[in-house]
């Protein structure tokens, strides 16, 4: 039966065929081009000019398809022929023009000719530079226009609403490919509501870049729902986004990424969709992936990267085995990862980073035999690393860094198939981790390795050089902090022609690696913190094209033949050098750091491309000189704890980029500066020998967050005008000889920032100045808005391969021992005005600087009570009001200072019985001592029931100033639970160095006696 009909069938096909060839055979031969619309092409190319760099920034544009197309036009032929043209065949006019990667530079004015063509259905311009065009209301006259691409064509400012008049346009790109055109071009709200109201066609609307910010998000619910694909990345949009969109019945794609302020949640049910990729990277998504997601069965990419997602992964995910790019980096997921990614055997790229996935980290890479890359770093991932993804084929790419992955790394070689292929591994970074053991000989079996970082973990044992002679494309090799791990030179004949970065810092290097001097490439050489003994030579680097060397904290004696003109950062810190040639000559040199070592006689002649100099804690001397006036880049100038002479170069005024100046403990004398264009950060002037006054000028440096001069000669009042400066955190006045009451700033919010006041050791009078500092911020800011432990700084501005932030330090009293503190927390806040001469009463305002840890009012005249508000400073942890003419009884609120571990009130008037409990139960008897009225643990003085009688006069010495009196002393602090090692520095008032005279006194004279003897010394000195 089917034979037959098939039989019968053929010759009818046969025939039928034959009819239409017939018909064919006749059909009129295609039309030629219009002559009005062959000339209006032929103007609009003379119109523009060509230029092979206006299309070369398109990503992803194949080099193939970029060339100038419009070279192929003139009137010989007939413009249907033309490259870019298509013709309707039967009336000849140009219905579709496609220059795109085309070369074209030019204006696209209204006027153009291009606008003659009014039968266009498809214009492509994309990939041009029309940069300085708005994009022309004309453009609306495409009335039958299906296609319109502009994208990456430079055009900028508000899109016009005749374009969307184009109502048959099925497809729109405005995109910006070029992150310096991301919101040149502006969509308003009326435009898009334009758009929404009469392009009811459009399946493919691609906006990337262009700034919607005006758009209110839920307006999206309206597009049409004929959309098929859907990309609004980098548009600023703001608000929620509709979750109809997900919905859609053709959406396939959907690109919303960069749109920092728009925030939405996915589908919690009836979720089914054709989607083939979505990507909502570095916007404010958030809450839990659902199961619904496993219903995207089409889906191919899924981008949630830098969004706020929570919770586990749903087991649906799992079932997506479609997908080729997974990308959830950069969120809060958190829980195992399971064993089932194995079911993804199409994945190209894996991306889990910086999440909160703990557990161990399943052994799925033998099953994704496609992966290329595989990042799953920062996270809490544990035990041992995934064997099978070290004998991969095809991944190029693996980053399990800053885990908690531990035990030895993987050999390749027990892993290999009966195949002789070797794994293809190109990126492979395990840095911070636990891993231990030898550096395993299977890793230089990855002959491709390009970046090799096994930095930070455990390693142990010695590491030949050999090894890396395999390893002919290795870029960047990165060893470092691995305190057990050595490196032995023994073959140096070998190149690595490809090396650019060498990184062996804080391992236990004895011996410098010679052979690195037959690399051709190296820039980077970190081998700073080990034990390199003696003499280093550089002579080896022949053909030198270092432009980083950090050979800091080592045991060198001299460094020789360092002229390496391509030096551009030099770290020879922390070692014994007494001497450094060849400064000079290293004109590129913009980085060098030289503290810390044994350097002697002056200050060397410094390149003038100089950005960072430091020769802090050597044993300079002399003056500054004068080429240091050269230096018109200078950011950081660092010449502390030397002994330098002469006065501060009046030059230095006039740096209007130098943000950090350190010359403390040096011999430095004369005025201050008036630095007129101020660009400091930090000015360290401490422990010199300078005088006259603190210069006015100062309230120009409006970005300075520390400024301290104590412990020199300065003759000056209170410089009031600091109160204005917005960013001042550290103000240290102390040992100097500032005097009179201190007025209160005509700022209208002064010191806001005020973190750390010390104005100790001068001759202040008046009434202690609280009021002042009340607007303090970071004083009064409590529990509310503690920030997190950190230390203060800034960052320098420099390209180097340092750290940029550079923390500030200051100089401090520890046991009477001049110390420096290299880091200064950024939570402490602390106020000492003692060693002056206050007068008055403790304000109750004090009890509102609840940030205060460390308060001391030694050593003044203060009257009156002990302010019973000072129980509020909740974080206080060291307190010495002693030495003053305090009365009354300490106020019981003191006992729920929780946190205070310093207590001294001695030598005051007071009386009663001492608080008990909490931390009082730990001070000894000397924070009382001078206090005859009190009574009480820890003193022998019990307490009777009976009123106290007339409360006992203090008993002070002939001299407040007598060298035998306390001395107002800081101590340094660690930082934890318990005694005050919650703070790196900090304050703690010892007792007198004397005491003993005083106790001989009250034996011997009795306390009637001392009280009298007390009276007369006061009225001899008071008359």
Known sequence: ???????????????????????????????????????????????????????????????????????????????????GITCDRFTGHVIGLNLSSSWLVGSIHSNSSLFLLHH???????????????????????????????????????????????????????????????????LDQHGFHKLLQNLTELRYLYLNGVNMSSVKGNSLANLSSSLISLSLDYCSLQGEFPNDIFHLPFLQKLWLSGNED???????????????????????????????????????????????????????????????????????????????????????????????????????????????????????????????AFSHIQLLDLDLSYNQFEGHIPQVSHLLNLTDRIPSLGDLDLSNNKLSGPVSNSIFEHVNLVYLNLSSNKLSGIVKSEEFSKLENLELVDFSYNDLLSLKSDMVDFILPEVEDFRFSSCNLTEFPIFLGNSKRLENLDLSNNSIVGQVSLREFKDCKLTSLDLSSNLLTSVEHIDCKSLSYLDLS????????????????????????????????????????????????????????????????????????????????NREVLHFLDLRTNNFHGHIPSFLDCPFDYLNLNGNQLNGSLPPSLVNCHYLKVLDVGNNMINDTFPHWLGSLPELKVVVLKS???????????????????QILDLSHNQFTGPLPIRYFEKSEAMMR???????????????????????????????VVKGVTMEIERILSILVAMDLSNNQFRGSIPEI????????????????????????????????????????????????????????????????????????????????????????????????????????????????????????????????????????????????????????????????GPTNVRSLNRRRQGRRNP
């Open 262 to 388: 728009l925030f939405g949640r996915l589908p919690k049910s009836n979720w089914s969709s054709p989607l083939r990729s979505l990507d909502l990277s570095s916007t404010l998504f958030s809450g839990m992936l659902y199961d619904t997601i496993g219903n995207l069965i089409s889906l191919n990419e899924l981008d949630l990267s830098d969004c706020q997602f929570i919770g586990s992964l749903p087991t649906s995910l799992w079932n997506l085995t479609g997908i080729t790019f997974l990308n959830l980096g950069s969120n809060n997921f958190s829980g195992q990862v399971s064993g089932l990614l194995s079911n993804l055997g199409q994945l190209n790229h894996l991306y889990l980073s910086r999440n909160r996935f703990s557990g161990e980290f399943p052994d799925v890479f033998g099953n994704l035999s496609k992966l290329v890359v595989g990042h799953a770093l920062a996270n809490n991932f544990t035990g041992y690393l995934p064997p099978s």
């Open 846 to 1005: 004090v009890g509102k600087f609840n940030s205060l840890e460390l308060l001391n009012f030694s050593n003044n005249n203060l009257i009156g009570h002990i302010p019973s508000s000072l129980g509020n400073l909740t974080k206080l942890e060291s307190l010495d009001l002693s030495s003053n003419r305090l009365v009354g009884e300490i106020p019981k609120q003191l006992a729920s200072l929780i946190s205070l571990e310093v207590l001294n009130l001695s030598y005051n008037q007071l009386v009663g019985p001492i608080p008990e409990g909490s931390q009082f139960n730990t001070f000894s008897n000397d924070s009382y001592i001078g206090n005859l009225g009190l009574c009480g643990f820890p003193m022998s003085k019990e307490c009777s029931t009976d009123k106290p009688n007339e409360p006992p006069s203090a008993i002070f010495p002939e001299d407040d100033n007598d060298p035998g009196w306390f001395d107002w002393k800081i101590a340094m602090m660690g930082y934890g639970s318990g005694l005050v090692i919650g703070l790196s520095i900090g304050y703690i008032v010892f007792t007198t160095r004397k005491p003993e005279w005083l106790i001989r006194m009250v034996e011997r004279e």
């Open 1 to 83: 039966m089917w034979g037959l009909l098939w039989h019968c069938l053929i010759p009818c096909l046969v025939l039928l065929f034959l009819q239409f060839q017939a018909i064919g055979s006749f059909t009129p031969s295609a039309k030629r081009c219009r002559p009005k619309e062959s000339s209006a092409l032929l103007h609009f190319k003379n119109s523009i000019s060509v230029d092979s760099s206006a299309s070369s920034y398109c990503e992803g544009n194949p080099s193939s398809s970029s060339y100038p197309r419009t070279e192929s036009w003139n009137k010989s032929n007939d413009c249907c022929l033309w490259d």
């Open 574 to 653: 922390g070692n014994f050098l007494t001497s450094v040639e060849h400064i000079s000559l290293m004109t590129n040199l913009q980085f060098l750091n030289l503290q810390s070592n044994l350097l002697e006689g002056s200050l060397m002649v410094l390149p003038d491309l100089m950005a960072y100099f430091s020769v802090s804690n050597n044993k300079l001397t002399g003056q500054i000189p004068e080429s240091f006036c050269n230096l018109r880049f200078i950011q950081h100038l660092g010449l502390s704890n030397n002994s330098f002479t002469g006065t501060i170069p009046q030059c230095l005024e």
């Open 120 to 186: 266009l259905q498809k214009l492509n311009l994309a990939c041009n530079d029309f940069s300085g065009s708005k994009i022309s209301s004309n453009f609306g006259e495409f009335t039958k226009l299906t296609h319109l691409d502009l994208s990456s064509s430079h055009f900028r400012g508000l899109v016009p609403t005749e374009m969307f008049h184009l109502s048959k346009l099925a497809s729109l790109d405005l995109s910006a490919r070029d992150n310096d055109d991301f919101g040149v071009l502006k």
């Open 782 to 812: 409590g529990d509310k808005g503690s920030p997190e432990v950190d230390y203060m700084g800034a960052y320098s501005g420099l390209y180097t391969p340092a750290e940029t932030f550079e923390y500030f330090s200051m100089v401090f």
């Open 736 to 754: 100097n000889k500032f005097h009179g009451p201190i007025e209160y700033s005509t700022a209208r919010f002064p010191f806001t920032k005020l």
